[in-house]
């Protein structure tokens, strides 16, 4: 009896719940911090689809997709970290709900 | 000899899939916000070792040294700079919008799996098959430096941005 290997959907579906539960954390959390780490869970979830792809389809695109999607998320990390450290200095607080002044 | 590398290959998977979600779960839900960088760095590590497991090591080195190492870092390092209070207990209100949204998501991941299910995935084989990205990271180099060489040299321009941007935007106002 052979086992036959991992086929691509569980690795897809995988990707589903880690993106779902990334979802559901940045709705949940008020610290934007939290946010941001739960924003990064679900990029990382779209890179595991793209290698997914990129090995059950035979493509190189990707692998590539998945680098630059890394490349743009560190770019995405310094700015935004620099915007909480700025929002920290002028309110005192990191909590998204009290960051509301665009409100009507 | 090949079931028990299909074996090892189905314990891994399911070991570091259930590990990456037990990760991201307790992520969402821990009041400090240092265990959830810990637990961040956990699911990072466990989604390296499936790309492993999908034999792209490129990937699996750069996630670890870009996204376990250096943006987890710089989370730390902003979290330690910060001094966070706890956040309030959550009134009813705030309660119910909650379990909204969860539901939301959760119906969310169901019209994906339905959409898995329903049809197989298609999309044309392309030329590179397990042999050839073998050597992965002499794959990646040939397309990323001969068709893809403009998107490269684009990302950089962004990688200078952004560190021109974080610099700007730390510096203390001399008033």
Redesign the interface.
Known sequence: M?????P???????S??????????A?????A??V???I??ML?SV??SF???????????G??F???V??????????G??????L?RSRET??VDEVNLLKW | METVGTILQWLIFLGMAFTSILASVLLITRKNPIHSALFLVLNFLCVAVIYLLLYSQFIAIIQVLVYAGAIVMLIVFVIMLLDLEEELRSRLKLFYSKVIGSALAVLFLFGLIYGLVATSPTGKTGGYTAEKMSANVKAVGEALFTQYLFPFEVVSILLVAAIIGAVILSKKKLS
Not at chain 1, 27 to 31: A, G, I, K, V
Not at chain 1, 52 to 61: A, K, V, Y
């Open positions: 052979t086992i036959p290997p991992v691509p959907a569980f690795y897809l579906v995988l589903g719940i880690l993106f779902t539960i990334g979802v559901i954390g709705l949940t959390r008020r610290n911090i939290v941001f780490m739960c990064e869970l990382n890179n595991l290698i997914t792809f990129s090995r059950f389809l035979q493509s190189i695109e692998v590539l998945a680098f630059f890394i490349a743009v998320a560190a770019a995405e990390a310094s700015v970290l620099a915007i909480f450290v700025m920290y990191i909590n």
